[in-house]
């Protein structure tokens, strides 16, 4: 069974730096490309960043340069390193691992087929 179990999200101020992590559990981690999105209230889940199974990385616009997307394969571990936070951040965060071994990294949401239960990350103004 797969699991992907979401950590670290909490309520910050416009400006501060935040951390996520995402431990992964019954697949075979480092094979998998793996992804973050977000969802705000009212809003549907938007892509965020994500890794290939062999670490090239891509990022939505809005976080580009803000964010950092990493992987530690001997730990089953995704991490979002999120820098000089704003607002428009707040939202859900959910990874997610990709449909299928290896491969190229798609940002379609249907190419994703495994979710965890989400991190609620709040950044007040």
Known sequence: ???LVESGGGLVQAGDSLRVSCTV???TFSAYGMGWFRQAPGKEREFVAAISWNGITYYADSVKGR???SRDNAKNTLYLQMNSLEPEDTAVYYCASKRGMYGVISRDIRNWDYWGQGTQVTVSS
């Open 1 to 3: 069974q797969v699991q």
């Open 67 to 69: 964010f950092t997307i």
């Open 25 to 27: 559990s019954g697949r």
